[in-house]
């Protein structure tokens, strides 16, 4: 139980086009879902955590203009990356948060990978 | 901010002995920590947590100690096994924003047969 998939696991595209990435919890409802961001060799970084129905909360330094989230149901949230650049080329991985699970659960997807050229 | 640090970002260990991976941080509110093993092209899977209201937590193989005084944890495993060969990144939180875990920045264990 508890799965998180993530599609696509990998895309390419060229620079100034946009990309979305779906985020599904598959066998339970999440109230809450996170996107994180990892370059090589580094951590994982909290871009965002999104609430079913309401708007996403950014982290500081993240440009919620160009990192657009949408939590439209208690079991898909999508993150599109609006006019991509070289620099936003990295891995993106999702959580997601049990509705009745404890506070500190979540349960990651297996993340895409975003080459932009 | 780094305010979660795995300095070792590699291991290797021979199989059946003890693996040792090591985080340190630096957040004193920090209230829970938790550990995730992360194999390639999967997302990380969480593998054991601990409250600041203990030192210890145990799970089979699975030890994790907390030293809040030295702001350090560490993950034990006895015996190592082969399967055990993957990327633990630990992570940090706190009761005042539950919603946000601070991640190292990962250990790559290797445990040869």
């Known amino acids: 139980g508890a799965v998180v998939s993530q599609h696509p696991s990998w895309v390419i595209c060229k620079s100034g086009t946009s990309v979305k990435i779906e985020c599904r919890s598959l066998?339970?409802?999440?109230?809450?879902m996170f996107w994180y961001r990892q370059f090589p060799k580094q951590s994982l970084m909290l871009m965002a955590t999104?609430?079913?129905?309401?708007?996403?909360?950014?982290e500081q330094g993240v440009e919620k203009d160009k990192f657009l989230i949408n939590h439209a149901s208690l079991t898909l949230s999508t993150l599109t990356v609006t006019s991509a650049h070289p620099e936003d080329s990295s891995f993106y991985i999702c959580?997601?948060?049990?509705?009745?699970?404890?506070?500190?659960?979540?349960?990651f997807g297996p993340g895409t990978r975003l080459t932009v050229t | 901010d780094q305010q979660v640090k795995q300095n070792s970002p590699s291991l290797s260990v021979q199989e059946g002995r003890i693996s040792i991976l090591n985080c340190d941080y630096t957040?004193?509110?920090?209230?829970?920590f938790l550990w995730y093993k992360k194999y390639p092209a999967e997302g990380p899977t969480f593998l054991i947590s601990i409250s600041s209201i203990k030192d210890k937590n145990e799970d089979g193989r699975f030890t994790v100690f907390l030293n809040k005084s030295a702001k350090h944890l560490s993950l034990h495993i006895v015996p190592s096994q082969p399967g055990d060969s993957a990327v633990y990144f630990c992570?940090?939180?706190?009761?005042?924003?539950?919603?946000?875990?601070?991640f190292g920045s990962g250990t790559k264990l290797n445990v040869k047969p």
């Open positions: 959580s997601a948060r049990p509705g009745a699970g404890s506070s500190y659960e979540q349960y």
């Open positions: 992570a940090a939180s706190g009761s005042y924003n539950f919603n946000k875990f601070y």
């Open positions: 066998d339970f409802q999440a109230t809450t």
């Open positions: 999104s609430n079913e129905g309401s708007k996403a909360t950014y």
């Open positions: 957040n004193s509110m920090f209230d829970y």
